[in-house]
């Protein structure tokens, strides 16, 4: 039901026992050079034939860091070198840090310790993010169910440094019509979802701690997603297509106080739903009619569509949506959807994410970015003139 990935090396013969590809883990296994029953695991797999690419790049890295650390100074040749040392405090740089073991891949990758990796990896953020609001974030938790708007938001997030720790649920997996939105490839049909963006982000961040719900949430596992006291949400990402998960899941947000973000995929909206600072706002911002979870889930499949068509608002759906929703099950298979608009959801989510985790004004509501009206015939560009074959 739930795999959580701690940090830590496995047992060094159970990672020598462990299958390699779609069957292996998801998570990478981190071993300390320095630690010398850690490296003996490096040096048995470099000797068992299972690691397919060595990349150790660490060198660049604390150079990198120096840099980071030092930018009003033109770190380069001896200076740059005793930078790096007192870095390391003299330690060997074969030493230093941390090899991330990636057994799907076969790819075995030499990196900073967590610190450091993450004020590198993170620099180019500063000052839109500052030092204290980085490491902040990267102390912050984000549930994320469904996992195709869901999947953008959540890599999104892992590389702009919004939370280092994640929940991610979603019961599918990977299909070959998913690829006109999910990044992945042809080598990932079959994988669960939450495999795939856990795999994805830890390649991102081999830090990052990722718990995964692979049957999606469940009347049974819904509540376990919320209520863990030492390991609180601090805020829901909600792109699930269900009903009753739709309803279930802000519930159980309302009432810890947990803000909750969504991306409907249509038109570029984006809907906030403040539960940390209104904990008796009513959920969909009263469009559901104040039905439970329970209610939800006993609808008849007309119901239940009427009922997501009333949260969604379909006056306000794109004219291709509303077209499509009379020939779902007939000429379409199933609601239609783009990568653009999928990763500007994901984009859209990030912002507000790490917004609303700064403590910015960012106030409950639905919002619009639809491109079609910002760019294009009909809109007016920031000089102020029509673009060229725009209607007048």
């Known amino acids: ?21 779609q069957e292996a883990t998801a998570r990478p296994t981190l071993l300390r050079p320095a630690v010398k029953h850690e490296r003996a695991v490096v040096d048995s797999l470099l000797s068992s034939g299972r690691v397919r690419e060595r990349h150790d790049r660490i060198g660049e890295q604390l150079a990198e860091l120096a840099r980071c650390l030092r930018p009003h100074d033109a770190l380069s040749g001896p200076r740059l070198d005793t930078a790096v040392s007192e870095l390391t405090g003299g330690t060997d740089p074969s030493l230093y840090g941390t090899w991330a073991w990636y057994p799907w891949s076969g790819r075995l990758v030499h990196v900073l310790p967590r610190e450091q990796f993450q004020r590198v990896r993170t620099d180019r953020n500063r000052d839109k993010i500052t030092d204290d609001q980085q490491r902040g974030l990267l102390s912050r938790r984000i549930g994320v169910i469904g996992l195709s708007v869901g999947n953008s938001a959540a890599l999104t997030c892992a590389m702009e440094g919004v939370a280092g720790s994640f929940r991610l649920a979603d019961f599918d997996t990977l299909t070959l019509s998913n690829l006109n939105r999910l990044r992945a490839g042809v080598h990932d049909l079959g994988l669960p979802k939450t495999v795939l963006c856990a795999r994805q982000m ?11 719900w692979t049957e999606g949430l469940t009347q049974d596992n819904v509540g376990s997603f919320f209520d863990a ?7 829901l990402v909600e792109e699930c297509d269900t009903p009753w998960v739709k309803t279930a899941a802000r519930e159980h947000a309302r009432r810890l106080r947990v803000p909750v973000v969504m991306d409907a995929n249509d038109r570029g909206l984006l809907d906030v739903e403040r539960f940390d600072l209104e904990p008796d706002r009513p959920l969909f911002h009263g469009r559901d009619g104040d039905l439970t979870a329970e209610e939800v889930r006993r609808l008849a499949p007309a119901d239940a569509l009427a009922h997501l068509l009333r949260i969604c ?7 291709a949506m509303k077209d499509a929703l009379g020939r779902i099950g007939h000429t379409l298979s199933s609601w239609p959807q783009l990568a653009s608009g999928v990763m500007l959801g994901g984009a859209l989510v990030t912002d507000t994410a ?23 015939a009909g809109a007016v560009a920031a000089d102020g003139l029509v673009p060229a074959g725009a209607a007048l």
């Open 1 to 21: 039901m739930i795999n959580s990935f701690p940090e830590g090396p496995e047992d060094p013969q159970q990672l020598m026992s462990m299958p390699s590809g």
């Open 354 to 376: 790490r917004r609303i985790l700064l403590g910015a004004p960012v106030a409950s509501g639905r919002y619009y970015v639809d491109l079609e009206e910002l760019v294009g």
């Open 202 to 212: 830890f390649e991102i961040d081999p830090y990052l701690d990722i718990e995964l």
């Open 313 to 319: 608002d379909e006056t306000q759906l794109s004219p």
């Open 229 to 235: 006291p030492d390991r609180p949400l601090d805020l």
